[in-house]
């Protein structure tokens, strides 16, 4: 996972300075940064908790805690890229805001709290990767930890048809490109979160926490690639939108309306 991030970073340097030297300071260039850079810490961190030796469980439980409150993180901007998104696409509505916001949180809160209660109740065994000494927790914790993949596989599935119901409802008129983008990122966003929440749902129940942590921090890493990529791609679309009724502003990601 750290060769895959270096390696999407260094194809993307140029990219990404332009945007970062071109772009008006804002909220959104700064969820940017984070997301971008965040994924650094969190290696820094998955790896020295992987070769460390389990045998002083405070260390173990310090770093199995940075570890996913970091990835919590991570997860939580990368998606925020996209409930906006999907605020944008269906004109501002404060109530579907509200409802998305709401189910977030809630299932945000349930995850948490079952993170916290894997932490404090960890039994940590010997990996059955050789010569690998980390610190892993036992099967017994993976099987709760399912319930986390499982809300949020519900939710991004949710989201998924909910911008699905607004491009078929959108086919009606000529869109412009910038939707186009937006509504291209939101559905290939939400069935990559789909699928790998699905996944690690499936992994936690039946596979050991060596090789399920894998697929886990891959899930954190990837998505938070793809939301820092289409932002950029956003932004390289939105000096040229080619609308005749609408426009994307990235500093506050709302609809401005334009003249005809």
């Known amino acids: 996972m750290a060769a895959f991030w270096a ?7 140029h990219e990404e300075w332009t945007f970062l030297l071109q772009s008006h300071w804002s909220h959104m260039k700064g969820l940017y940064i984070v997301t971008r850079y965040l994924p650094f810490i969190l290696l820094v961190a998955d790896l020295y908790m992987i070769f460390t030796p389990n045998e002083n469980l405070v260390t173990c439980g310090m770093l199995v805690n940075i570890s996913l409150g970091f990835g919590i993180l991570l997860s939580v901007c990368a998606e925020w890229f996209f409930i906006l998104r999907t605020y944008v696409l269906w004109d501002r509505n404060k109530i579907l805001l509200m409802a998305i916001l709401g189910t977030y949180l809630s299932f945000l809160a349930v995850t948490i709290g079952i993170g916290i209660d894997a932490s404090i109740s960890a039994a940590y065994a010997t990996s059955p990767i050789p010569g690998i000494t980390g610190c ?18 519900v939710f991004e599935l949710g989201l998924m048809i909910i911008t699905l119901i607004h491009a078929i409802q959108g086919c009606r008129r000529t869109p412009c490109r910038l939707y186009v983008v937006l509504v291209n990122h939101n559905i290939f966003y939400y069935a990559s979160a789909f699928f790998f929440a699905t ?10 926490d060596s090789y399920r942590t894998v697929l886990n921090g891959f899930q954190f890493l990837t998505l938070a690639i793809f939301a820092a990529r289409m932002h950029i791609h956003l932004w390289q679309t939105n000096h040229h939108p080619r609308c005749s009724d609408s426009m994307i502003h990235l500093s506050d990601m709302t609809f401005v309306n334009v003249p005809a």
């Open 7 to 13: 390696y999407d970073y260094a194809c993307t340097l």
């Open 136 to 153: 892993y927790q036992s099967s017994a914790i993976s099987d709760r930890i399912f319930i986390s993949f499982l809300l949020f596989s």
């Open 199 to 208: 996944m690690n749902m499936f992994t936690s129940l039946f596979l050991q």
